[in-house]
């Protein structure tokens, strides 16, 4: 079965997270089930221009169906040692990815999946030694809490081992509702970031979370490619 891929790019650096600064390769994977207002990827959803832009795209330029072989060959091309797949949501092609992940895998690549954390992870993903950074969208994304937050999945995405948990903050007040979050799911490896869309942005929101993010015994990642590249695309 094919893929949707809106863009595959690399070498860069991984911008978030627990890898921030690694070398990597990036598939990011078209279509998501949310509809957040300040998506920094509105070109794989949003068709309408619901999105804080206002723009809508086009899918007929931003989707593309590529076999597995075509995006394996793709990707190893980069020469690196970990592959990132994003979106979008890329866990809503979950099964059509385990070929491919299982041939990145036994070319001795590591995988991260950056994932919203509404679906539960395959057990073949999870058994292929995948590394999930779940993104739970908080209120201020403008979705709805049924959409947002489902329980099932986060659970699910808890008890893999190596789960990093993600969330995007604007203030020290959005770290309430990651408080509530973190007890209410038991979460563990905890990871704040700021929102931004530019280097100035991010560097702005860091500032005002940083010490309140340290003080509560969480991580914090920045954005590096925001700070580096601003919004530009594929990096
Ligand atoms: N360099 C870089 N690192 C990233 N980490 C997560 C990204 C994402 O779009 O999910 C991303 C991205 O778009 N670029
Ligand atoms: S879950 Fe991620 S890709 Fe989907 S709309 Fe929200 S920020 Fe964008
Ligand atoms: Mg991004």
Redesign the pocket.
Same mark, same amino acid.
């Given at each position: 079965m094919d893929l949707v891929v809106n863009e595959i790019f690399g070498p /860069? !650096?991984? #911008? &978030? #997270?627990r890898s921030l600064g690694r070398r990597?390769a990036?598939l *990011?994977l078209g279509g998501c089930n949310l509809s957040c207002s300040w998506c920094? /990827?509105p070109y794989t959803w949003d068709w309408t221009g619901a999105g804080d832009s206002g723009v809508a795209h086009d899918p007929r330029k931003e989707l593309h169906r590529r076999s597995v072989e075509d995006v394996l060959a793709e990707l190893v091309e980069f020469d690196t040692d970990l592959i !990132?797949i994003? #979106?979008g949501e890329p866990l809503g092609q979950q099964e059509r990815l385990i070929p491919l992940v299982t041939a990145l895998v036994g070319r001795g690549k590591e995988i991260e999946i &950056?994932t919203n954390g509404t679906h539960a992870a395959h057990p073949e993903l999870v058994a292929a030694g995948v590394r999930f950074?779940v993104s739970p969208k908080l209120s201020h994304s403008g979705d709805t809490r049924k959409r947002r937050i489902v329980p099932a999945a986060l659970t699910s995405l808890s008890a893999v081992s190596g789960s990093t948990f993600k969330f995007v903050c604007r203030n020290t007040r959005d770290l309430d509702e990651v408080a509530e979050l973190v007890s209410e799911f038991g979460l563990r490896s905890v990871w704040i970031m700021p929102i931004g869309r530019t280097a100035d942005d991010v560097t702005k929101h860091m500032t005002e979370l940083a010490d309140a993010v340290v003080e509560r015994g969480w991580n914090l990642t920045t *954005?590096?490619?925001t700070l580096l590249w601003d919004d530009k695309r594929? !990096?």
């Amino acid at each position: 079965m094919d893929l949707v891929v809106n863009e595959i790019f690399g070498p /860069t !650096v991984q #911008g &978030e #997270g627990r890898s921030l600064g690694r070398r990597c390769a990036f598939l *990011r994977l078209g279509g998501c089930n949310l509809s957040c207002s300040w998506c920094d /990827t509105p070109y794989t959803w949003d068709w309408t221009g619901a999105g804080d832009s206002g723009v809508a795209h086009d899918p007929r330029k931003e989707l593309h169906r590529r076999s597995v072989e075509d995006v394996l060959a793709e990707l190893v091309e980069f020469d690196t040692d970990l592959i !990132v797949i994003s #979106g979008g949501e890329p866990l809503g092609q979950q099964e059509r990815l385990i070929p491919l992940v299982t041939a990145l895998v036994g070319r001795g690549k590591e995988i991260e999946i &950056e994932t919203n954390g509404t679906h539960a992870a395959h057990p073949e993903l999870v058994a292929a030694g995948v590394r999930f950074n779940v993104s739970p969208k908080l209120s201020h994304s403008g979705d709805t809490r049924k959409r947002r937050i489902v329980p099932a999945a986060l659970t699910s995405l808890s008890a893999v081992s190596g789960s990093t948990f993600k969330f995007v903050c604007r203030n020290t007040r959005d770290l309430d509702e990651v408080a509530e979050l973190v007890s209410e799911f038991g979460l563990r490896s905890v990871w704040i970031m700021p929102i931004g869309r530019t280097a100035d942005d991010v560097t702005k929101h860091m500032t005002e979370l940083a010490d309140a993010v340290v003080e509560r015994g969480w991580n914090l990642t920045t *954005r590096l490619h925001t700070l580096l590249w601003d919004d530009k695309r594929a !990096v």
